[in-house]
C-alpha cells in the first residue's frame, strides 16, 4: 500500500453538476499531483502542489480547480460536469516536486457523468 | 518539447516468451524516466526507474540516450505479468508526462 488516500471511490453524477474529489498523500509528503486517466485522452497531468501552493498547471479545464490545505490533503473541484468528464482521477504525492522524485499514486476516483 | 511515446497498445505473447515494451521520448534535458504497471485499472505502481538501474519482477530497463529511448525488457513473460504498462518522463517541476500504454497480454 503506498499510503496515498482518495474518496470517494465511484462517484456517479449528472451533467451539470459539481463534484469535488479528496486526496491525502503519503505521510511526510509535500508534493502532491493529480492526473486524469481516460481512453481517448490516457494518462494527462493536471495540476500540482507543493506545501500548500500550486506548483504547476497541466491540460486542466478552466471548470477544474484545486487546493492543498494547511495539513496537505487536496482537493480537486470539478464543476459543469460534462460527458466528457468520466474519467479515472489519479492522485500522486512526492516528498518534494522534483524530476528525480518517486511519485506514489492513490487508487483513483472513477467519475461517470450521465 | 517533452514527449513520451508507446509505439504499441497492445503487445500479446505466449508464457515464457521474451518481452520488449518499447519507449521513446522527447526532452532536451538529462531525462529521468519510469515504468509504471497497472493492474485492472487499479492504481498505478512504479516498477522501475532508470536511476536506480534495478531489476524488478524480472523487468530491466536501459536508458539508450542516442536512441532516446527506455524499453522495458523481460527473458520471460509470465501470466501474472498482464497489466497495462506506461512509460513516463520525469518533467519540469516534477510532474510526469506518459506515454499512451501498452497493454501487455501474456497468454498460456
Known amino acids: 500500500d503506498s499510503g496515498v488516500t482518495q474518496t470517494p471511490k465511484h462517484l456517479i453524477t449528472a451533467t451539470g453538476q459539481r463534484v469535488t474529489l479528496r486526496c491525502s498523500p503519503r505521510?511526510?509528503?509535500?508534493?502532491v499531483y493529480w492526473y486524469q486517466q481516460s481512453l481517448d485522452q490516457g494518462l494527462q497531468f493536471l495540476i500540482q502542489?507543493?506545501?500548500?501552493?500550486?506548483?504547476a498547471k497541466g491540460n486542466i479545464l478552466e471548470r477544474f480547480s484545486a487546493q492543498q490545505f494547511p495539513d496537505l490533503h487536496s482537493e480537486l473541484n470539478l464543476s459543469s460536469l460534462e460527458l466528457g468528464d468520466s474519467a479515472l482521477y489519479f492522485c500522486?504525492?512526492?516528498?518534494?516536486?522534483?524530476?528525480?522524485?518517486?511519485?506514489?499514486f492513490g487508487p483513483g476516483t472513477r467519475l461517470l457523468v450521465l | 518539447a517533452q514527449r513520451v511515446t508507446q509505439p504499441e497498445k497492445l503487445l500479446s505473447v505466449f508464457k515464457g516468451a521474451p518481452v520488449e515494451l518499447k519507449c521513446n521520448y522527447s526532452?532536451?534535458?538529462?531525462?529521468?524516466l519510469f515504468w509504471y504497471v497497472q493492474y485492472s485499472r487499479q492504481r498505478l505502481q512504479l516498477l522501475l526507474r532508470?536511476?536506480s538501474r534495478e531489476s524488478i519482477k524480472g523487468f530491466t530497463a536501459d536508458l539508450n540516450k542516442g536512441e532516446t529511448s527506455f524499453h522495458l525488457k523481460k527473458p520471460f513473460a509470465q501470466e501474472e505479468d498482464s497489466a497495462m504498462y506506461y512509460c513516463?518522463?520525469?518533467?519540469?517541476?516534477?510532474?510526469?508526462?506518459f506515454g499512451q500504454g501498452t497493454t501487455l497480454q501474456v497468454k498460456p
Open positions: 500522486a504525492s512526492s516528498v518534494v516536486p522534483a524530476t528525480q522524485e518517486t511519485q506514489y
Open positions: 505521510s511526510g509528503d509535500l508534493s
Open positions: 502542489y507543493y506545501n500548500g501552493e500550486e506548483r
Open positions: 526532452y532536451s534535458g538529462s531525462p529521468e
Open positions: 532508470h536511476i
Open positions: 513516463a518522463l520525469g518533467g519540469d517541476t516534477g510532474k510526469l508526462i
